[in-house]
């Protein structure tokens, strides 16, 4: 398990390097992987601790002019709570590791947060109207974004399943790890 935990958290540390590119993070493959990999409440404490650390640490970056914005606003609940159905929806759907598995997961969570968080700011931000065509166009303004998350979930799912599987005789696991 602690392996497991030490590849979480140096993951979660190497989002202070994403500052060009927004979204390009390593938090939503962490949720995955720790779904599969951890057990009991450590599936959602250590994945949501590790985005927790990542946010504070960009809000002392903020506060020493050494980023472009803060790491804690008001909408974290809300994010925090889409990150843990997200482990909720990685721990039930994919059940089992594979390649397959993790890449189609990484696209499930990704959706999964592309709708629900751009949903949230079309609600609260005041960006948009209050309509069908608002809703619209705040999911039209995001898709930029979107990319970004698919494409480091993708990354970061795959990367850290490798270690996973580089390592596998010496990490436990409550799932088979599958070659597919």
Not at 3 to 29: C, D, E, G, H
Not at 40 to 51: E, Q, R, S, T, V
Not at 79 to 104: G, P, Q
Not at 139 to 161: D, G, H, R, W
């Amino acid at each position: 398990m602690w392996r497991i935990v030490a590849l979480i958290v140096i993951a979660a540390l190497t989002r202070i390097f994403s500052l060009n590119m927004p979204n390009f993070t390593p938090m939503l493959a962490i949720g995955l992987i720790g779904a599969l990999y951890l057990s009991g409440y450590k599936k959602y404490l250590i994945p949501i601790g590790a985005w927790l650390l990542s946010d504070l640490m960009i809000e002392v970056l903020y506060r020493l002019g050494l980023w472009t914005h803060g790491g804690l606003h008001e909408g974290m609940p809300f994010i925090y709570l889409t990150f843990a159905l997200i482990i909720l929806f990685s721990e039930k759907v994919i059940k089992k590791s594979s390649w397959t598995r993790i890449v189609l997961g990484s696209f499930g969570a990704s959706v999964i947060f592309f709708i629900l968080t751009n949903f949230y700011v079309w609600l609260v931000s005041g960006m948009y109207p209050h309509t069908p065509q608002g809703l619209i166009l705040a999911y039209e303004a995001a898709l930029p974004f979107f990319k970004n998350t698919l494409l480091s979930t993708v990354l970061y799912s795959s990367i850290m399943y490798g270690i996973i599987l580089l390592t596998a005789k010496n990490v436990q696991t409550k799932y088979t790890i599958t070659k597919s």
